[in-house]
């Protein structure tokens, strides 16, 4: 068979070890998960009600527009519903826009290291990535800009940056968006939107309404708990939906998962709590790293990279042993670090027990 060159040599998306697997091969009774950046606080009990009252039928086909869930997330994003397109989680819609834009002919830039998917997609378009390095955690926008020429059809732009936790400040961003070509389509990534506190972070959403060429994705596997039922929504000119529309596979966003969506959006409070433990949980992670001489950067997302200046596969095994499951960061780019999921205050004091014990080892 005939296949496209660049996928013989292409990994697939590697995720992290599942618990199951885990338990099984360390004779493990309990695990904890801290590798995939999910909400530890599981999700709000509104979306659980709607869920158990919901007289879906499996027979039928969802509904391939999203009617209510989109309404109701126009209302809450005061946009307009042929503003937003919806896609079987945020990868998707990355997806989507990498077929909808990429070819053999074109290029795409983005930052290095970030995340993996805008390059993947990238690869299987047969499209040209240009990888500009972080500069201290962060994007180098001036090298990115220089990057873009004619050829370049996409910028994917992660804030806050997956693995780092950095983020973009308003005055930088908008300084970046004003030199962008209008050839050139923006991604701005903010898959950890909610969890941000920074008070020079910017207002994606009213971004939109000036750059016609910028297109914003957020997501429900983080904050909202609903990473399992994979829903994912961008922001951006109407033009821009409708030009992408066509790529979006029907019916991508199954029926729960629109259920579950609209009822987490009822929820603000649920939100707003979540944000505030993830705040703590950071708090601990700091004392623990200053305390320890462990460079980190500091988060706007609900994770941390640590730098142990040593082997990241170590660091893992170790913790595995202990019953942590955490990503280790050279997968991502950083080879002696590790990401760690801020938990619940109890899982966070135990997955950095036993990172104590591994620095006494060391």
Known sequence: MRWKEQLLTLTPYQP?????????????????????????????????????????????????????????????????????????????????????????????????????????????????????????????????????????????????????????????????????PAHVLVVLDEAYYEYVVADDYYDSVSLTRTYSNLIVLRTFSKIYGLASLRVGYGIGHPSIIRALDPAREPFNLNSFAQLAAQAALEDKEFVQQTKQKNRDGLGQFYEFCNSNKLFYYPSQGNFILIDFEVDADQVCQFLIEKGFIVRSGKALGFPTSIRVTVGSTEQNEGVLKAIREFLTRK
Request: glycine content about 6%; charged content about 20%.
């Open 16 to 180: 992290g070890k599942s618990i199951d697997e885990v338990k099984k091969q360390f004779n493990l009774e309990s695990i904890v998960k801290l590798a995939s950046n999910e909400n530890p606080f599981g999700c709000s009990e509104k979306v659980l009600s709607a869920i158990q009252m919901s007289r879906q039928s499996f027979a039928l086909y969802p509904d391939g527009y999203a009617t209510n869930l989109r309404e109701t997330l126009a209302t809450s994003l005061n946009v307009t519903p042929e503003e937003l397109i919806f896609g079987n989680g945020s990868d998707n819609i990355i997806q989507i826009i990498s077929r909808a834009l990429l070819t053999v002919d074109s290029n795409t830039v983005m930052a290095t290291p970030t995340f993996s998917q805008y390059r993947h997609n990238a690869i299987i378009e047969g499209a040209e990535s240009k990888e500009i390095p972080l500069i201290d955690g962060e994007h180098d926008l001036e090298g990115m800009l220089s990057a873009i020429d004619e050829k370049t059809n996409i910028v994917w732009v992660c804030s806050p940056n997956n693995p780092t936790g950095t983020y973009i400040s308003k005055s930088k961003l908008i300084e970046f968006l004003d030199k962008v």
